[in-house]
């Protein structure tokens, strides 16, 4: 685990600037409100409004998002045909009409009937093209519409019998129940917004203990690199029945942790204010090197 204390911004050569920190932003209005971006022609661009202005400094309006021009001092010429004849017939209530242009075009007109009902008999029946999903049909048997089930809204089937297909997981359900091998029912616990199921523990017992706790001792140090570019042990002498080590890279340059072969090339990056946390015990001899002489860590141990 490994964790960055501040962020790093350093141009004095290639490796701290190689090392220093990258912070992303968002674009926001007065208001707080995001501003968004769209692609065009493969570049980004900002999705903001902006107003246009005469030289007079007044705004430019617009209508049926087209700007409002104002013709001056100038001519347009619009020819009108006045002899075209409308040659169709057209139906509507004043605002919506129907139009046909040829008396043998198959054209279908909508029609509602309200308040009122069409009488249909058997025999005339036609139904075609029902939507499942927005059309309904209700049956009659005699005078009453069939009805399924006890009233309940439940039914009882055998489970020889039992066929469910087409379930509609936002409105169906079906419930069932767990038993164990003896046909007993497995029983739950509610705990708060839980729900557990019920276990017994047989002939067994369970052993809670915290053999994370470091409660013995602690020790800290700094180390400087001896020989540049040369790797050297973090800590000089491990504290006894280690649990946990932390390292500090406390200059603006990279370094690198690893075992007795680390380099720079292999090792793990440990960046500048960054802390890394080990689960490393004593006998573990933790390693480490960077490119400069002089660069300063600091080290903690517990355990």
Avoid: C
């Amino acid at each position: 685990m490994g964790w960055k204390t501040k962020l790093i911004f350093d141009v004095t050569d290639a490796d701290t600037i190689l090392a220093s920190d990258s912070v992303g932003a968002y674009v926001r209005s007065s208001d707080g409100t995001l501003i968004d971006h769209q692609t065009i022609n493969s570049q980004e661009w900002l999705n903001t409004a902006s107003a246009l202005f005469d030289s007079a400094g007044n705004g430019i309006t617009s209508t049926g998002n087209a700007l409002d021009v104002n013709i001056a001092s100038s001519d347009i010429q619009i020819d009108v045909d006045l002899d075209h004849t409308e040659d169709s017939v057209r139906l509507g209530d004043g605002t919506n009409y129907f139009t046909s242009t040829s008396e043998n075009s198959d054209i279908a007109l909508d029609v509602h009937i309200s308040n009122s009902s069409i009488a249909v008999t058997a025999s005339d029946l036609d139904i075609r093209d029902l939507v499942y999903t927005s059309d309904s049909v209700t049956a009659y048997q005699g005078t009453d519409p069939w009805v399924i089930g006890d009233g309940g809204n439940s039914i009882t089937v055998d489970a020889s019998d039992l066929d469910i297909r087409d379930l509609a997981a936002a409105t169906d359900s079906v419930s069932s129940w767990t038993k164990d091998g003896a046909g007993t029912s497995i029983t739950s616990t509610v705990v708060g917004a839980d729900t557990g199921l019920d276990v017994n523990i047989i002939n067994s017992s369970i052993v809670v203990n915290d053999a994370a706790l470091a409660n013995t001792a602690i020790a800290n140090d700094v180390n400087t690199l001896d020989v540049a570019d040369t790797r050297e042990s973090v800590v000089a002498s491990a504290l006894a029945n280690r649990k946990y080590l932390y390292i500090f890279n406390n200059t603006n340059k990279r370094a690198f942790v690893g075992g007795a072969s680390v380099t720079q090339a292999n090792g793990f990056p440990l960046d500048p204010a960054n802390i890394m946390e080990l689960r490393a015990g004593a006998a573990v001899d933790v390693q480490w090197i960077a490119a400069t002489l002089g660069h300063e860590i600091r080290h903690m141990e517990l355990s």
